[in-house]
């Protein structure tokens, strides 16, 4: 399974972004979803979830009321829409899949990794 993250970029603080990840080598739809984040020294963080179907939805506090997160499994690829960004949310998103919302939720042994995307928000 390999997932493909993109839609990263540099944008002033209150705009907005939305990030995309595709996922090939496997059924889409038997993955839970998650996204990342880690900012330059600091430790990796969650930023959102969602389940196979889109039933089950988690966010992170930090960015509650500003991110969401969507899929379409017919185009096999899960989104971030980030909104009134901040200098703050700067960091390298990661999307990741797991089997399970457990691992996501805790981010703990994921079973799936994509490579990072750059998201840098300015003041």
């Known amino acids: 399974v390999q997932l493909q993250a993109s839609g990263g970029g540099l944008v002033e603080a209150g705009g907005s972004l939305r990030l995309s990840c595709v996922v090939s080598?496997?059924?889409?739809?038997?993955?839970?979803m998650g996204w990342f984040r880690q900012a330059p020294g600091k430790e990796r963080e969650f930023v959102a979830a969602?389940?196979?179907?889109?039933?089950?939805?988690d966010i992170a506090n930090s960015v509650k009321g500003r991110f969401s997160i969507s899929r379409d499994n017919a185009k096999s690829t899960v989104f971030l829409q980030m909104r009134s960004l901040k200098p703050e949310d700067t960091a390298v998103y990661y999307c990741?899949?797991?089997?399970?919302?457990?691992?996501?939720?805790?981010?703990?042994?994921?079973?799936?990794w994509g490579k990072g995307t750059q998201v840098t928000v300015s003041s």
């Open positions: 990741a899949a797991d089997t399970t919302l457990g691992p996501l939720l805790k981010g703990e042994n994921i079973a799936y």
């Open positions: 080598g496997g059924t889409f739809s038997d993955y839970g």
């Open positions: 969602i389940s196979w179907s889109g039933g089950s939805l």
